[in-house]
């Protein structure tokens, strides 16, 4: 199963947007893919707690310990998989 | 961790700091965390220092005392308040007039919150004894960087049974400034150097990689990308007890986290990279006494020559 079938477009955006929010520096936004290394387009660690409490508040979740890792956050799939895992 | 585990490390502790106050090596000052020091201790720390300064000087650091209180405004640069917004210290004073001075007075006699009327300052608790280096670095360092001495006091408010968690403490720091590959170099030969002098004094300590206590879930992201990238590194070793060994030294490596935030850069203009390691005075000499004994002239032979005790 991919991340999309588990958020569909919508969600996809809304990540995205959060993400770009977080990154805090401009780039372009066709270039963010949904497999594109946030940490190598610049999400400090920082950024990822800020990360992590945008994507609970605008998805009604709460990441669980076990999520709370850089892998998590890595990318706007790897955000999505997640979303999916506590949405079911 | 379960609970009969965390109640046998709270019995080691208490246990540990029963030893320490009967001993007299430590006085206590009511608070947890808070100590008084017997004259045996501070020699202890004395010598320790004296140690690793007469090992250390071929290397020509410069010397550089800063007190246990740091400027507001370039604590606030730092991202320390985001990331141990608990173990912060915030000096307050009262600022008034006599109409607020009576207020607090009264608030005080009537057993109610007097700290109302108080101000923030202009300063900080330190909560590293690097942190005051940075904003008095800014500019352009020579090609071979700066290598800087530092000692002081420093403030972390986590009050806690265990004797070696003191809220106030002695940091003796070595910090490299220059380029990544200046500050990966002082990292590890001061990772080798530490393990060694503290192996000297009978110390066999253990390197770990580690992370900081950073506040909240959050925290946990920031501990994980720490321990990804292998930023910190501490030497520890069993001082209350063995189940859960104690940090007496760590050596980290901030990238360019300080070379930005405060504009130091490198002498080809990138911002400069920085490392350090940090000895834990207090949890040294603590460390020394729970392994050799409270009575230092029973200390083994090899461990009063290298102290020169």
């Known amino acids: 199963m991919t991340s999309s079938t588990l958020t ?10 959060i993400v770009l929010e977080q990154i805090g520096r401009t780039i372009d936004r066709d270039s963010l893919q949904e497999q594109s290394d946030l940490y190598s387009l610049g999400l400090t660690s920082l950024a990822t707690v800020g990360l992590m409490l945008a994507i609970e508040e605008r998805f009604d979740i709460e990441f669980p310990e076990s999520m709370l890792g850089r892998a998590t956050f890595r990318s706007i799939s790897s955000i999505a998989e997640c979303i999916g895992k506590l949405s079911n | 961790m379960s609970c ?3 109640e046998t490390l709270t019995d080691a502790y208490r246990e540990c700091r ?8 430590l006085i206590s000052m009511k608070v947890d965390g808070l100590y008084a020091f017997s004259g045996p201790f501070e020699e202890v720390i004395e010598r320790f220092e004296q140690l690793v300064t007469r090992r250390a000087r071929r ?12 400027c507001r405004d370039d604590y606030l640069r730092m991202t320390h308040i985001e990331n141990f917004p608990d173990l912060l210290g915030s000096v307050h004073s009262f600022t008034g007039k006599e109409r607020d001075h009576a207020r607090l007075l009264g608030a005080r006699s009537r057993g109610e919150d007097w700290t109302q009327e108080l101000c923030p300052t202009q300063v900080m608790m330190t909560p590293a004894a690097c942190y005051p280096l940075y904003p008095t670095a800014t500019g352009t360092l020579e090609e071979e960087g700066r290598l800087v001495d530092l000692r002081s006091f420093v403030f972390r408010h986590e009050p806690s049974i265990d004797p070696a968690r003191m809220m106030i403490f002695r940091q003796r720091e070595f910090v490299r400034l220059g380029t990544a590959e200046q500050a990966l170099e002082h990292r590890a030969f001061w990772l080798d150097e530490g393990e060694e002098v503290l192996n000297l004094v009978g110390l066999p300590v253990e390197r770990v990689v580690a992370n900081d206590p950073f506040f909240g879930r959050g925290g946990r992201l920031m501990a994980d990308a720490q321990r990804d990238q292998v930023l910190k590194y501490e030497l520890t070793i069993a001082v209350a007890s063995g189940d859960k060994p104690t940090a007496i030294a760590s050596c980290n490596y ?14 080809d203009g990138r911002f400069a990279h920085s490392a350090c390691i940090g000895y834990g005075l207090e949890r040294i000499a603590l460390a020394l006494f729970m392994t050799h004994g409270f009575d230092t002239d029973h ?10 005790l």
């Open chain 1, 8 to 17: 569909g477009p919508v969600e996809m955006d809304a990540i995205k947007e």
């Open chain 2, 4 to 6: 009969i585990a965390t």
């Open chain 2, 18 to 25: 029963r030893q320490l106050l009967d001993a007299g090596v």
């Open chain 2, 59 to 70: 290397h020509r650091a410069e010397v550089m005392r800063f007190p246990s209180i740091m």
């Open chain 2, 254 to 267: 901030h990238q360019d986290h300080f070379g930005h935030t405060f504009d130091i850069l490198t002498h």
């Open chain 2, 299 to 308: 200390w083994p032979t090899s461990v009063k020559n290298a102290l020169d």
